[in-house]
């Protein structure tokens, strides 16, 4: 179940945001302001803007499961400089495509898996303990804020937007 | 899995939730205004305030953990009435004690139960789909929206208030 509440869970909520960024251009665009005023809002002064907020959460993805499936020194490094929707919007595909290389089979030991970060300071936690507590609880705050920027400034998004499809069986 | 993805983690975040609204209260009386005027705070006018965030947060951990279980018959109703801080924390505590009644036995079957919600109008979900795809993405979003709202209106919260403590080993 690691791999389906990471891999393809995750890809698909990077296309939702990838959707609510198009909508915010839009949004610029209709309003005659430059989207970059979008990227650089923040909902409190001391606050990271939306750029810092969907670098973070393609981060949590990307590193997240390079932790859990062992292979951290093979993900690929991201400078954090990027300025414009264009290269905001690439970053979001950048960590699709990452994650696409991965398949079910390379989480088999995740559960199990000793976990740690610089900043744990030695500190480890088990990589159920890791996913559940700190990975997904951190994916969704980022992605939220992301919205909830927007939605703080006036773009129409909205609850589906967040969630994105379901794969409804029936009637 | 599902029993440490819901009934334990949805309980810790419970409590930083409530932490975080004693922080709004305290915030509160050293500037000496009224709580509610956080509780009614929203982000966007068309956007549920922070009352009603905390419900739908407490519903979403209470009613998806009664349909993966098979027991929504039995789920204690709220009437959402809940108008000051006491009664929303008394709301999360209710959810909590709530949660505390179930094992990880109860899950067993889960993943392949088949779920619906009045709304999708006879549609249904696999359990493992419902629990990945619409009630952790919900549950993480109602609460961040919660810190987010308190964020922005000067309440001294931080990532640290909103994962609670991580259940580190050595070092």
């Known amino acids: 179940m690691i791999y ?6 995750f890809s698909k909520m990077l296309d939702n945001l990838s959707a609510i960024l198009h909508k915010a251009a839009a949004y610029a665009d209709s309003k005659k302001f430059d989207v970059a005023v979008l990227l650089n809002s923040r909902l409190a002064p001391d606050q990271f803007a939306l750029i810092r907020q969907v670098q973070i959460c393609c981060d949590t993805a990307k590193l997240g499961v390079a932790r859990l499936t062992g292979t ?6 991201h400078a954090d400089d990027e300025t414009t929707l264009a290269q905001l919007l690439q970053r979001i595909e950048d960590t699709k495509q990452y994650l696409a290389g991965f398949s079910a089979a390379d989480f088999d030991e995740a ?7 610089p900043r744990w300071e030695g500190k480890t936690l088990t990589g159920e303990q890791f996913l559940i507590q700190h990975m997904l609880p951190n994916f969704y705050f980022h992605l939220t804020t992301a919205y909830a ?3 703080h400034n006036g773009v129409e998004v909205g609850k589906k937007d ?3 499809p379901m794969p ?3 009637a």
Chains 1, 2 share one sequence.
């Open 4 to 9: 389906a509440l990471t891999v393809p869970q």
């Open 72 to 77: 951290l020194e093979q993900a690929p490094k």
């Open 111 to 117: 559960a199990t898996r000793t976990i740690s970060q």
């Open 149 to 151: 920027i927007l939605r």
């Open 162 to 164: 967040y969630l994105g």
């Open 168 to 170: 409804y069986q029936g």
